[in-house]
DNA sequence: TTGTAGGCGTTATCAA
DNA sequence: TTGATAACGCCTACAA
């Protein structure tokens, strides 16, 4: 007995014939379109007409203008017009165009989510749950339609941008950016309302919101320094995001005010993995470690799970926090202590700011801070 | 010292103003002046306009056609005009309206990833980030852009259908759906390619992807089955999903060819915490199981958990076999004896179906099953 | 309350 | 090789 009975073997192997990912030289912004003629040449669907104002109009017997006024709720209606519109419609099934809408209007109602990073890899990190939730809380009510965009790999980075300035959305948030990311600049030079998630590197003129990592790592040191411990190590972020620099900075800054120093540093990539290697790097540096604050919470339990594999145990031998108070912060064994950060607010922050961009009806705050604040637990 | 000297506090508690749902206020000719005017007078975003091939034609003395054939790549054009074209858009900064174009050719050049389900629970399992990555494994070289979209709060399910099939994306990949969900419908009916990812429960004509789950369970029951334990349960998936229900199926069928019974059976909603209550509820039931599987990793981990808190240790006293082949599966404590699913490859073989659709090139399967094997490991 | 006509920015079809 | 001209589907002053 199978579970189903229509199906195919084999065939999945079976690989369409991929299209040139070149197209003509020279390098103008608008070249790109080549690549992208490409793709239309490559299939003559038998794409069913899709019934238009034009025939809603002609069955309900009035003019377009009419049967737009009724499909957009519009008032100065006669009840009989109305009533043959919604008629026509549903007899024709028709769907308002959105393509078509939008370009009239110039107004799309969806709003993008980008992350500047390699998509696979975002979905790991809890992070992007909670930030997402947050979107969406700020979105309820609205009528806005979110879209996820992530780098795809085997396409240019600057795909991304191309969509986002080509009319496809209102608006962007962008969150992970990374180094001197061009993606800001394109956007505001193309004038789409723009609000960054976690503050950029470079100096662009953009609205952000992060949480404030620096206060956030300068409590985590104090803390370590007040456990007494003597020696301290921390696992951070990227060199090449605010969010590394920032968190590493409050770390020393609150090192320096407890009158401490810094035993050792090492760089991770905020994965669990990451956050294992860069606590194994630290122990053969300064095997006498016996406190580590990592900059997140994955490279943490990472750092945890190095420790126990050296044979140190948590918190005895080594006190470890973390950061962003994740779900698997409360559940990890030992609790991981860590410092709170406010990710849904984040995001419903973000978009509440995006959508002000949007109406843009009166002055608003440059950029937000959020507050963060430590989570005492058991491992530390 | 501050990371940061242009941030202001305290604001982000403060809600714009929501924009009405329907497109009826806001669009009259005095508002968007108004609007406009204040943007400008703020010099924040100067709604500047934004080039059109009009104007590069005329800078380029030539017409809108011969302008649009530099732009596309196309031959029949003289290098005299290739040039000054060329020239006028980077003078210009032009860049193609994609709305506009998308209008004309019928093409949108992205496609959309559904996810059937709200937002924050997706990217909580690890499904979702192999699956995408499949995805774009899939998509490379193409030229498309992959939008992903979910279920939003606060927003009806039908917003996602209105999308889709507004125009906004050439095709759609939809996942994770559950029970009677219109959507497929709607495709279908709206022309919209799709294949599903996962076998839908309705009979809708359209193709799907989807691994083998049942001779998957199949496999697990006979595992257990050999193993000597005694009194087997399972943990199954939920009662609306055809990935629940196939794996159930393919669990009994296994545990009847092995001339075995199932104790019990409870239905967790494929999270941590659904398969750590339903242990729990059958531990209750059946004091005296040995053994266990769960329709997903995640649940058997949360089984795991159940049990060690009930006092009982995995494998000696349960053993506990999982579905998936998550990452966590193998670095699990004990690592987790699971049934392996290709899902890269499910969302690779479910790309190039689509594209096939829009290619229309030729007969293609009606719909396709990828393998499943067991992964012996500690836990049972 | 309704219809007419022009526009949104591109592409596609033909003559020239 | 080039350029009018007509789609593409919808919105919206403006006039009736």
Redo the contacts between chains.
């Keep these: 007995?199978?579970?189903?009975g229509?199906?195919?073997?084999g065939?999945?192997g079976?690989?369409?014939a991929?299209?040139?990912?070149t197209?003509?030289a020279?390098g103008?912004?608008?070249?790109t379109?080549?690549?992208?003629?490409?793709?239309?040449k490559?299939?003559?669907?038998?794409?069913?007409r899709?019934p238009t104002l034009d025939e809603v109009a002609r069955l309900a017997g009035v003019s377009r203008s009419t049967a737009s006024r009724v499909i957009?709720?519009?008032s100065y209606v006669s009840a009989r017009a109305r009533a043959a519109v919604t008629e026509a419609v549903t007899r024709l099934?028709y769907?308002?165009?959105?393509?078509?809408r939008?370009?009239a209007?110039r107004?799309?109602?969806?709003l993008a989510l980008v992350v500047s990073e390699h998509?696979?890899r975002?979905?790991?990190d809890?992070f992007?749950?909670?930030l997402?939730?947050g979107v969406?809380?700020g979105?309820?009510?609205?009528?806005l339609?979110?879209?996820?965009?992530?780098d795809?790999?085997?396409?240019d980075h600057a795909?991304l941008g191309?969509?986002l300035?080509?009319?496809?959305v209102d608006g962007t948030l962008v969150v992970s950016l990374h180094g001197e990311d061009p993606l800001p600049g394109q956007l505001r030079?193309?004038?789409v309302?723009t609000v960054l998630v976690g503050?950029p590197l470079s100096t662009v003129d953009l609205p952000y919101?992060d949480a404030d990592?620096?206060n956030g790592a300068v409590a985590a040191a104090r803390h370590l320094a007040a456990a007494g411990r003597g020696t301290l190590v921390t696992i951070a972020g990227p060199r090449d995001m605010?969010v590394g620099?920032?968190r590493l900075?409050?770390w020393r800054?609150g090192m320096a005010a407890a009158g401490r120093r810094t035993a050792g540093v090492a760089h991770g990539d905020f994965t669990v993995e990451g956050g294992a290697a860069a606590m194994t790097r630290l122990l053969a540096d300064h095997p006498d470690l016996d406190g580590v604050f990592a900059a997140s919470d994955l490279m943490a339990l990472g750092a945890m799970r190095a420790l126990r594999a050296a044979g140190r145990t948590v918190p005895d031998d080594v006190a470890v926090v973390g950061f962003d108070d994740s779900d698997l912060a409360a559940t990890a064994v030992p609790p991981l202590t860590t410092v709170r950060q406010p990710v849904e607010?984040l995001g419903r922050?973000a978009t509440?700011?995006l959508?002000?961009?949007?109406?843009?009806?009166?002055?608003l705050?440059?950029?937000?801070?959020?507050p963060t604040e430590l989570v005492a637990r058991a491992s530390g």
């Excluded at 979105?139 to 009528?143: K, M, W």
């Excluded at 339609?145 to 992530?150: A, D, H, K, P």
């Excluded at 795809?152 to 396409?155: A, L, V």
């Excluded at 300035?165 to 496809?168: I, L, M, N, Q, R």
């Design positions: 007995m199978r579970a189903s229509r199906d195919t073997r065939d999945h079976a690989r369409p991929v299209r040139p990912a197209g003509v020279g103008s912004p608008a070249d379109a080549a690549v992208e003629r490409e793709a239309t490559r299939g003559a669907r038998t794409d069913r899709v957009n709720g519009q099934g769907r308002p165009n959105m393509l078509a939008s370009l209007t107004r799309t109602n969806s998509g696979s975002v979905l790991d809890p992007f749950a909670r997402l939730r969406y809380a979105l309820a009510g609205t009528g339609q979110l879209v996820l965009l992530m795809q790999d085997g396409q795909a191309r969509y300035c080509a009319g496809h030079s193309a004038g309302p503050r919101v990592n620096f605010a620099i920032d900075a409050g800054c607010e922050t509440w700011r959508l002000g961009e949007l109406d843009a009806e009166d002055q705050p440059p950029s937000v801070l959020l």
